[in-house]
């Protein structure tokens, strides 16, 4: 009886200093190693008051990409998974679709020919199907879509396909004072309904591509009406743009994953004091997926890659630095 009672004594302490461990560590999904140390280093820095590096509570912003930094990005962009929803939706609406390209190949239920056309197949797919209803409309038709769409290799909900990772990150971050931001390539209104839900950031701080609306009147009620015209396109060069539209104050933190957060990590790091960029490498084919320069999707060119060892911005590895990927994995 006696053992017994030492063995429950000496279990109980040691789950309690590994509870008391974890409460200590911020950022318990991150193996140790130069990545978590550099954003704890770089937290404690801005943050400690008479340190040369403080920065006051209100310049302490931090922008973070979207897909493939905080959620999944494979085996395509999810935005494209749900204007595909779309089409099939919308099809007995548009009988001219059986015969007209990329529709056609879309209803037949080939992808590959449907996307042979690049980047215009893939803006008439969106704008036949982010357009021509009021944003009200369209918000209910994304938060419908969202609250039940899976990822067809996982099967898990697609909100339960973003990296545990990160999530820790925007928590730790937040608790230290910062303010977070997504600047994304994806449609500002196709994340707005959903963000805050998700990774704790409310729509006002989304920045992303848009198309253009007008003001109406519908039964006597004010509307925005969303038109098949772009308005601007959140990618690249620009991001540094939205970011001063949008946020009009410099991060001094920015994350990203690919070739086209490039000039958000170069507009952070051109400001002056600490700063922390750092990019998210896929690197793990058997958690999650490998790739890099030879992607479409999410391309981390060998020449971002020598930018980023140039300008000594941290590369995270998926395989290295990550005990846990997504977030359905501490369920």
Request: aromatic fraction near 10%.
């Amino acid at each position: 009886m006696k053992n017994i009672r030492s063995t429950i004594v000496v279990l109980a302490i040691t789950l309690a200093s590994l509870t008391f461990a974890r409460a200590q560590d911020p950022l318990p999904s991150w193996n140790d190693g130069p990545a978590k140390k550099s954003i704890v280093e770089f937290v404690a820095k801005v943050t400690k008051p008479g340190s040369p590096d403080f920065v006051p509570v209100p310049e302490r912003i931090a922008t973070f990409d979207n897909d493939g930094t905080l959620w999944c990005e494979q085996p395509m962009y999810f935005q494209l998974f749900f204007a595909l929803d779309r089409v099939k939706v919308l099809a007995p609406q548009h009988p001219e679709w059986k015969t007209n390209e990329p529709f056609a190949s879309l209803l037949k239920g080939d992808l590959k020919a449907a996307l042979a056309g690049g980047n215009h197949a893939m803006g008439e797919i969106v704008m036949a199907t982010h357009t021509g209803m009021t944003t009200a409309e369209f918000e209910q038709i994304v938060k419908d879509w969202i609250a039940t769409a899976k990822h067809p290799k996982t099967g898990h909900l697609l909100t339960e396909m973003t990296y545990q990772p990160m999530h820790e990150l925007l928590a730790y971050l937040r608790a230290n004072g910062f303010k977070t931001f997504i600047v994304s390539g994806g449609g500002i209104e196709f994340m707005r309904p959903w963000t805050e839900q998700v990774y704790g950031i409310p729509p006002e701080q989304v920045v992303g591509s848009s198309v253009k609306t007008k003001y109406e009147m519908r039964d006597g009620k004010p509307v925005l009406v969303r038109l098949p015209e772009v308005n601007f396109i959140d990618d690249g060069p620009g991001k540094a743009v939205g970011i001063n539209q949008h946020i009009g104050r410099r991060p001094i933190a920015a994350f990203g994953n690919s070739d086209g957060d490039q000039q958000m990590l170069e507009w952070t790091g051109a400001g002056s004091g600490a700063r922390l960029m750092m990019l998210v490498h896929h690197d793990d084919a058997v958690r999650e997926f490998k790739y890099g320069a030879e992607s479409k999707i999410g391309t981390f060119s060998d020449a971002l890659m020598a930018e980023a060892k140039e300008k000594k911005w941290t590369v995270i590895s998926m395989k290295d630095d990550w005990k846990t990927i997504f977030v359905f994995e501490n369920k």
